[in-house]
């Protein structure tokens, strides 16, 4: 055994069907199974409705809950909730967290959108085919009426969850505070979950923060929506449809515009040479060899061969 040469090498070959820049975090993983495009796209409307009814759910009767143990003048009266400081921040937490959760969970059954206008977004990039979207876009605003209504049923009071602008906010300053709003949430989930790298495990949590704070600014000017899934809902429900309920359609569905416009122009200059090694974890792709001697060489930073000799790039490298 001394006097024979060992080599091991990490591979670094393509794998059949899988990105090869992603090698690394697909290796050992199965091909993707072909599936009938007609039960897939009846999953994901399925997927996205339970998705989008659970973290509205959830969201709602939070906000409800905190409404109804206001201190205004008409105790047990949600819709006379006076918008303190800390009844602003509760329900922001109440979304935030909720999306939070909602997001890991069906993060990898159908993408966790739970949202018309980000579906939108992934749509125009080519991430969803239009007529998908446009399923899924429907299971979200069925999944926003259903929520609306059983915690309309479950919750004593008039249901006061909806979307309205503060006294002060004119309708055009409502729109596009819902454009920037969406436009935030949207470029968060184009980098940290659509575009794959070592913390795309986490993006949920990336995600459920970026709305957070979305939250937090819009919750007092406009409700927040960002989500016409999300305004819809309540007014069904309420039958309380405002004049100026269109800004939470077209604002989001702007937002999600500019969002995929951002991301389409980051990828039209190879963003990721802008600020190379961001992913690198310190460990590279090593080549180890003995020598007839018995000796341990090793040579750092080569990338490993392919199956026809070819050189091929490290799977450490910007995944």
Same mark, same amino acid.
């Given at each position: 055994?001394?006097?024979?040469?060992?080599?091991?090498?990490?591979?670094?070959?393509?794998?059949?069907?899988?990105?090869?820049?992603?090698?690394?975090?697909?290796?050992?993983?199965?091909?993707?199974?072909?599936?009938?495009?007609?039960?897939?796209?009846?999953?994901?409307?399925?997927?996205?409705?339970?998705?989008?009814?659970?973290?509205?759910?959830?969201?709602?009767?939070?906000?409800?809950?905190?409404?109804?143990?206001?201190?205004?003048?008409?105790?047990?009266?949600?819709?006379?909730?006076?918008?303190?400081?800390?009844?602003?921040?509760?329900?922001?937490?109440?979304?935030?967290?909720?999306?939070?959760?909602?997001?890991?969970?069906?993060?990898?059954?159908?993408?966790?959108?739970?949202?018309?206008?980000?579906? #939108? &977004?992934?749509? %125009?990039?080519?991430? @969803?085919?239009? /007529?998908? +979207?446009?399923?899924?876009?429907?299971?979200? !605003?069925?999944?926003?009426?259903?929520?609306?209504?059983?915690?309309?049923?479950?919750?004593?009071?008039?249901?006061?969850?909806?979307?309205?602008?503060?006294?002060?906010?004119?309708?055009?300053?409502?729109?596009?505070?819902?454009?920037?709003?969406?436009?935030?949430?949207?470029?968060?989930?184009?980098?940290?979950?659509?575009?794959?790298?070592?913390?795309?495990?986490?993006?949920? #949590? &990336?995600?459920? %923060?970026?709305?957070? @704070?979305?939250? /937090?600014? +819009?919750?007092?000017?406009?409700?927040?929506? !960002?989500?016409?899934?999300?305004?819809?809902?309540?007014?069904?429900?309420?039958?309380?449809?405002?004049?100026?309920?269109?800004?939470?359609?077209?604002?989001?569905?702007?937002?999600?515009?500019?969002?995929?416009?951002?991301?389409?122009?980051?990828?039209?200059?190879?963003?990721?040479?802008?600020?190379?090694?961001?992913?690198?974890?310190?460990?590279?792709?090593?080549?180890?060899?003995?020598?007839?001697?018995?000796?341990?060489?090793?040579?750092?930073?080569?990338?490993?061969?392919?199956?026809?000799?070819?050189?091929?790039?490290?799977?450490?490298?910007?995944?």
């Amino acid at each position: 055994m001394s006097g024979a040469k060992m080599g091991t090498t990490a591979s670094t070959a393509p794998i059949d069907r899988v990105d090869s820049e992603n090698a690394s975090l697909n290796a050992g993983s199965r091909p993707p199974l072909e599936q009938n495009t007609l039960k897939n796209y009846a999953l994901a409307m399925f997927g996205e409705f339970l998705g989008t009814f659970l973290f509205l759910f959830f969201a709602f009767g939070g906000t409800q809950a905190v409404k109804i143990n206001h201190t205004g003048p008409s105790p047990q009266d949600p819709t006379h909730a006076i918008p303190t400081p800390a009844l602003l921040l509760y329900v922001s937490f109440c979304f935030g967290f909720a999306l939070t959760v909602n997001v890991w969970v069906f993060y990898r059954v159908t993408g966790a959108l739970f949202n018309p206008a980000i579906t #939108l &977004g992934c749509v %125009l990039v080519g991430g @969803i085919p239009p /007529l998908k +979207g446009a399923l899924m876009g429907i299971a979200q !605003l069925i999944g926003g009426i259903a929520a609306s209504g059983l915690v309309e049923g479950l919750t004593p009071g008039e249901l006061a969850v909806g979307t309205s602008l503060a006294p002060d906010v004119s309708i055009v300053q409502g729109l596009f505070i819902e454009v920037f709003l969406t436009a935030q949430l949207m470029i968060t989930i184009f980098l940290l979950a659509v575009e794959k790298h070592r913390a795309t495990f986490i993006a949920p #949590l &990336g995600i459920g %923060l970026s709305f957070f @704070i979305t939250q /937090l600014f +819009g919750v007092y000017f406009t409700g927040g929506s !960002l989500n016409p899934a999300r305004s819809l809902g309540p007014a069904v429900v309420t039958r309380d449809f405002p004049g100026y309920h269109w800004i939470y359609w077209v604002g989001p569905a702007l937002g999600a515009a500019l969002g995929a416009a951002v991301y389409k122009i980051l990828l039209l200059v190879n963003y990721k040479t802008l600020n190379p090694g961001q992913d690198d974890d310190g460990l590279s792709v090593v080549r180890c060899e003995f020598t007839p001697k018995g000796k341990l060489r090793e040579a750092q930073n080569q990338a490993a061969s392919g199956p026809s000799g070819t050189s091929s790039k490290p799977a450490d490298e910007n995944v």
